[in-house]
């Protein structure tokens, strides 16, 4: 491989990485994904990623998107974006992703990146909880709906990231 395209395989992996990380705002993070797989698999001029595949991608992540499109009209919430909560859902997904590539490696990387990023957020948002005053506290079903959706969506975004990576690498 030329150097240019290592480049571009880096920036398509880290656009993947990417695109799990923002699952855990309720980002379109599986759309990101798809995008990024459409754009290598057009550069590629579809040779190890085929229009079969990506419409099976496209399917997964529509189904991701309509659960979290469910869930906004249930009235489940996305987390706080509080720069405290970015920092710490950042330094989660590190360390998640430190601890879990060793043991699991790649798919340890991405796990790690989803539930790591997702601890740091919700310790962040315990610990700004407990300054709210009672009348505006959230009713007990809106944080386990936010936990199920980003744990689904980002099963979801794991799952593409690691039949696409296959597909590039086998």
Do not use: N, W
């Not at 190890?48 to 869930?71: K, M, N, P, Q, W």
């Not at 405290?84 to 859902?89: G, I």
Request: net charge positive; charged share 15%; hydrophobic share 55%.
């Amino acid at each position: 491989m030329s150097p240019v395209e290592e480049a571009g395989v880096t920036v398509f992996i880290l656009l993947l990485f990417f695109g799990i990380y923002c699952i855990i705002f309720r980002l379109p993070g599986t759309l990101i994904i798809l995008i990024d797989t459409v754009a290598y698999a057009s550069v590629t001029h579809f040779e190890t990623i085929g229009v079969a595949f990506i419409a099976v991608l496209a399917a997964i992540s529509l189904s991701a998107e309509g659960i979290d499109l469910i869930g906004g009209v249930a009235g489940v919430r996305r987390f706080p974006s509080s720069k405290t909560a970015f920092a710490a859902s950042l330094a989660g997904g590190i360390a998640g992703a430190v601890i879990l590539t060793p043991v699991f490696f790649v798919l340890g990387t991405m796990a790690g990146i989803l539930l790591g990023s997702m601890t740091g957020l919700l310790l962040v948002e315990q610990i700004e909880r407990k300054k709210i005053k009672a009348l505006f506290k959230e009713r007990p079903g809106i944080r386990a709906g936010r936990i199920v959706i980003v744990l689904l969506k980002g099963t979801a975004a794991i799952i593409m990231s690691a039949l696409v990576l296959s597909r590039v690498y086998s």
